[in-house]
C-alpha cells in the first residue's frame, strides 16, 4: 500500500525558510516523478515542482523560481524534499506531495505552510 506522509510546514515570518519532506512507503521512488503541489482555500490545485526519476530535471512555477528548490534522496529512493527560501505571505497554503505512476496518482495528506509576521 502506497503512502505519502507530508512533514516540516509550519509558522514562518516572511523572509524565512522552511525545507518539506515527503516521504513514501510500500514504493521506492525510483522511477517516478514527484511533484509538490499547494492549495489555498477555495482555490484550485497547483503545481509547485515537480522531479524526474533521476532527479537530473526539475521544473518551478514562476511564482517560486529561484526562492525553492526540490530534490529527492537517492541513497534512500523513499523522500523528495522542498527547500523554500525567502518565504512571502503569499506562499501561505497546504503543500501536498503527489507520486504519479504507471497505475495512478498518489497524494499525501498536505502539510500547512503559514508565512506571517
Known amino acids: 500500500q502506497v503512502q505519502l506522509v507530508e512533514s516540516g510546514g509550519g509558522l514562518v515570518q516572511p523572509g524565512g525558510s522552511l525545507r518539506l519532506s515527503c516521504a513514501a512507503s510500500g514504493v521506492t521512488l525510483d522511477y517516478y516523478v514527484i511533484g509538490w503541489f499547494r492549495q489555498a482555500p477555495g482555490k484550485e490545485r497547483e503545481v509547485v515542482s515537480c522531479i524526474s526519476s533521476s532527479g537530473g530535471s526539475t521544473i518551478y512555477a514562476n511564482s517560486v523560481k529561484g526562492r525553492f528548490t526540490i530534490s529527492r534522496d537517492n541513497a534512500k529512493n523513499t523522500a523528495v524534499y522542498l527547500q523554500m527560501n525567502s518565504l512571502k505571505p503569499e506562499d501561505t497554503d497546504v503543500y501536498y506531495c503527489?507520486?504519479?505512476?504507471?497505475?495512478?496518482?498518489?497524494w499525501g495528506q498536505g502539510t500547512q505552510v503559514t508565512v506571517s509576521s
Open positions: 503527489k507520486l504519479t505512476t504507471m497505475t495512478g496518482s498518489f
